[in-house]
């Protein structure tokens, strides 16, 4: 069974710029969550998402946002991009809300603002 | 609101040699708890868990965690640490219903040397 696929793994963009990143959950896993991991603030929360609806939401400005399709794959999209945005963003996905069991992450999306 | 607190950023070992991580949690409600394994440039792996049940939780390569309520502690152990177990190991914590938000420590940097 594949894992959870990030694309793309590495980007660079320049402030002002906006940024889409994908993920691809597990095979029959209909639940994602975004985390942002810098040296600086570790691993945050972003969002969750179940059924194409936001379950949950970190702290974070509006600038960040997200969305699930209905095959479970979701987007995240961060506009304006400021330097602080260089980070390694990361998919997490899980079977359902309620499972209460691990988070399987992909291997992150590396993004670096100019 | 849940904090989690490791306390050591950095644990230089010698291979064989015992490690003990620390991880302390707060919380006023009922947490599930989770160590998660970073590779170098690769995603988080779930290592062990604690849900319910018996308090000592282990992993299939050697490493073990305690939970103490009492202490609000779930600090890990490996009684002879390999090369291989070099990596970032992060302690967190999920509230009931909101699994896919962990709230994670800023990591311990376990460095094993020869």
């Known amino acids: 069974k594949a894992g959870v696929t990030q694309t793309p793994r590495y980007l660079i963009k320049t402030r002002g710029q906006q940024v889409t990143l994908s993920c691809s959950p597990i095979s029959g896993h209909r639940s994602v969550s975004w985390y942002q991991q810098t040296p600086g603030q570790g691993l945050q929360f972003l969002f969750e998402?179940?059924?194409?609806?936001?379950?949950n939401k970190g702290n974070f400005p509006g600038r960040f946002s997200g969305r699930q399709f209905s095959n479970s794959r979701s987007e995240m999209n961060v506009s304006t991009l400021e330097l602080g945005d260089s980070a390694l963003y990361l998919c997490a996905s899980r079977p359902g809300p309620s499972d209460t069991g691990e988070l399987f992450f992909g291997e992150g999306s590396r993004l670096t603002v100019l | 609101a849940q904090s989690v607190t490791q306390l050591d950023s950095q644990v230089p070992v010698f291979e064989e040699a015992p490690v003990e991580l620390r991880c302390n949690y707060s919380?006023?409600?009922?947490?599930?708890l989770f160590w998660y394994v970073q590779y170098p440039n690769q995603g988080l792996q779930l290592l062990l868990k604690y849900l319910s049940g018996s308090t000592l939780v282990e992993s299939i390569n050697g490493f073990e965690a305690e939970f103490n309520k009492s202490q609000t502690s779930f600090h890990l152990r490996k009684p002879s640490v390999h090369i291989s177990d070099t990596a970032e190991y992060f302690c967190?914590?999920?509230?009931?219903?909101?699994?896919?938000?962990?709230?994670f420590g800023q990591g311990t940097e376990l460095s094993v040397k020869p």
């Open positions: 998402y179940f059924s194409e609806t936001q379950r």
């Open positions: 919380s006023s409600v009922s947490v599930y």
């Open positions: 967190a914590v999920s509230v009931n219903n909101q699994g896919g938000k962990l709230i």
